[in-house]
């Protein structure tokens, strides 16, 4: 089966003086291909460790997670991750960061180029290919970090709050690119955010987790970032009743979740 699964995932570990700390208690979730999923909650809620789970950085306590019916049993090339701090090598220019996977599977300089620099014009960055990304403004970084994520045509991207360090204007931006991005390329993505606005605007699939242990108290389907593809503005999107009146409403259902104990 095309997409995501998550199995009924638990993540326990052990706390301070050896207490166990649940942080994700079964989760079960399940998202098509090319849908744009988004997960809001308050701190501890388990957003990152449900990534990071996905990603197969850490293997779930309990429950199985299955990207496109291969049980995830740890990274993959299957999965592309937008980490929060882009993690770029300030000792490389930007292609060859967007090329650094490529490299190490064995591809050679030619093709992992042209593959990095389909990329690189895909986030706007083509007359920066050969500077040092110190030299990039921390959007433009991030857009390094987002091509990087897409150059070895993972089925899934996974963004780890990648847009919480930018200024507002900035983060608008690249909001609006990475809708770009996802409806030209069909992919499934998994985002997460602190931002309800944000995850309103992205999401087509929309999860309120609460923490305590971490679990999904409400879903919502979306379609305010697929009104964004078929031509309308950004700003009239978010200035709708609706928008609006979702917007205080999973507010409050984060604050209710963060009560719960």
Not at 98 to 117: D, I, K, T, Y
Not at 192 to 213: C, K, R
Request: hydrophobic share 45%; aromatic share 6%.
């Amino acid at each position: 089966m095309d997409g995501l699964r998550i199995e009924n995932v638990g993540v326990t570990y052990a706390g301070r003086g050896g207490a166990e700390v649940t942080a994700l208690s079964q989760v079960d979730l399940g998202f098509a291909r090319g849908e744009f999923v988004v997960a809001v909650g308050a701190s501890g809620c388990g957003k990152t460790t449900l990534l990071s789970c996905i990603a197969g950085f850490m293997a779930p306590s309990e429950g199985h997670i299955f990207v496109n019916g291969r049980h995830v049993e740890g990274p993959g090339a299957d999965r592309g991750v937008v980490f929060q701090k882009h993690a770029l090598m300030p000792w490389l220019n930007v292609i060859d960061n967007v090329a650094l996977g490529l490299r190490l599977r064995g591809l050679g300089r030619a093709e992992r180029h042209e593959a990095a620099m389909k990329q690189i014009r895909a986030v706007g960055l083509e007359r920066y290919a050969t500077h040092p990304v110190y030299q990039l403004s921390g959007g433009q970084q991030q857009r390094v970090g987002i091509a990087r994520a897409l150059a070895a045509n993972p089925a899934m991207l996974l963004m780890d709050e990648p847009f919480g360090a930018l200024d507002s204007l900035t983060r608008e931006q690249v909001q609006e690119l990475v809708l770009q991005i996802w409806a030209r390329e069909g992919k499934l993505c998994f985002f997460i955010t602190h931002d309800v606005e944000e995850a309103l605007f992205l999401a087509t699939e929309l999860i309120v987790m609460t923490p305590s242990p971490g679990r999904v108290s409400r879903r919502y389907q979306l379609d305010f970032g697929r009104q964004y593809i078929a031509g309308g503005s950004a700003r009239a999107i978010k200035s709708q009743p609706e928008f609006i009146r979702l917007r205080e409403e999973v507010i409050d259902a984060i604050h209710a979740g963060a009560t719960v104990h």
